[in-house]
């Protein structure tokens, strides 16, 4: 009886103190992966993004950069194309690095 009423004592001072609720920076990785995947973002473009956004230099709301607004248009080219597997990755390297087809 002593030991749940302790166990009752202890998780109602963490409860009280925040320890278990999220951080900060625990919202703001949700909020940046989440706009992250909005966007379509990956590989270095991600990383770019998650690396701003977390630091706080890009908000989760703010426009996208200029390699950001390329990979998205690259990307739309690449679906309306109907590009799949090796094709759509030499595509899309291609376009990411600014190179005509």
Same mark, same amino acid.
């Given at each position: 009886?002593?030991?749940?009423?302790?166990?009752?004592?202890?998780?109602?001072?963490?409860?009280?103190?925040?320890?278990?609720?999220?951080?900060?920076?625990?919202? @703001?990785?949700?909020?940046?992966?989440? /706009?992250?995947?909005?966007?379509?973002?990956?590989? /270095?473009? @991600?990383?770019?993004?998650?690396?701003?956004?977390?630091?706080?230099?890009?908000?989760?709301?703010?426009?996208?950069?200029?390699?950001?607004?390329?990979?998205?248009?690259?990307?739309?080219?690449?679906?309306?194309?109907?590009?799949?597997? /090796?094709? @759509?990755?030499?595509?899309?390297?291609?376009?990411?690095?600014?190179?005509?087809?």
């Amino acid at each position: 009886m002593k030991r749940m009423m302790l166990i009752g004592l202890v998780a109602g001072a963490l409860l009280a103190t925040g320890a278990w609720a999220e951080t900060a920076q625990q919202e @703001r990785m949700k909020s940046c992966n989440a /706009d992250a995947g909005k966007q379509q973002l990956s590989g /270095d473009a @991600r990383k770019a993004f998650m690396k701003s956004c977390l630091s706080g230099g890009a908000k989760p709301e703010s426009k996208a950069t200029a390699q950001q607004q390329r990979m998205k248009d690259c990307n739309a080219e690449a679906s309306s194309k109907q590009m799949k597997g /090796d094709a @759509r990755k030499a595509f899309m390297k291609s376009c990411l690095s600014g190179k005509s087809n």
